[in-house]
């Protein structure tokens, strides 16, 4: 079993940044790839960026992209999501996810990861 969590949300001004953490346990040396999803109640989970464990290729959103920014920390189950120039269609619950196979596919969908985050609130006002 992996555990999964999120921190590092909150409310901000329109053009501010926020740096999201998340740190998966419970499996070392197991875990092949996280990722980011947003959702806003009533609507389906949206991709947002993810990495592969080994960092050789990142993915984002068309809607984040150049704004926003997925790192890993090495050595250790943790990424990381920059996010800069936040807009209120930002505004979202983010979720953390994680992978325990490897490959290259389904790294934009939700059935690319097996274990999740319980989610952080993220809120930009106007």
């Known amino acids: 079993q992996v555990q999964v969590e999120e921190s590092g949300g909150g409310l901000v001004q329109a053009g501010a940044s926020l740096r999201l953490s998340c740190v998966a346990s419970?499996?070392?040396?197991?875990?092949?790839?996280m990722g980011w999803f947003r959702q806003v109640s009533g609507n389906d989970r949206e991709f947002v960026a993810a990495?592969?464990?080994?960092?050789?290729?990142?993915y984002y959103g068309a809607s984040v992209k150049g704004r926003f920014t997925i790192s890993r920390e090495n050595g250790k189950n943790s990424v990381f999501l920059q996010m800069n120039s936040l807009k209120p269609e930002d505004t979202a619950v983010y979720y953390c996810a994680t992978r325990v196979w490897g490959g290259h596919d389904y790294y934009t969908e939700a059935r690319g990861y097996d274990y999740w985050g319980q989610g952080t609130q993220v809120t930009v006002s106007s």
């Open positions: 419970g499996r070392p040396g197991g875990i092949f790839g």
């Open positions: 990495i592969t464990w080994n960092a050789d290729s990142t």
